[in-house]
């Protein structure tokens, strides 16, 4: 886990399916998936909030929770699809690292995406570990969905 990672908007890129997927080269074992090198990394937002953030676009706060109007209704319409689909909340990262700071926050995600199988990270979109879990991705037909739901 990195600090460099962790989004203005409180995602987690290390454990987003276009990082996992760029820093494992799952296109060379045979799996076709978007990459990205993660939102701070390759300075550019997301999609969901970038058009409509001047506050992000311009780069004044570092994290959305330094706005006045944190958590502003397209980040909470963010923050419930992933709640609901993807088994995190970006607005509470935001809230635990306003609290107990950034390393607090990379210590706790090391240990909630770690695959129990090699020790490499789950992805958050759909809980396979793209390190040991590849013939499983492969099978996948929505990789944007966990196993159970
Ligand atoms: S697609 Fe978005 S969440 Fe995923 S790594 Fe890229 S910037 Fe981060
Ligand atoms: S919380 Fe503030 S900085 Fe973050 S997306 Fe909403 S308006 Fe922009
Ligand atoms: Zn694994």
Redesign the pocket.
Known sequence: MNED?I?PCG?N?AV????LAFVNDVKNKGIRM?Y????RP?N???SFLKKHCTLLMEGRVKYCYECPDFPCDKLKRLDASYRKKFRMSMIENLEFIREHGISRLLERETDRWKCPQCGETICCHNGICFNCGLEKLKAKTNPYRWEDD
């Open positions: 990672l989004a995602m890129c987003c399916s276009g990082y978007p990205c090198k993660g939102c390759r550019k937002l997301c």
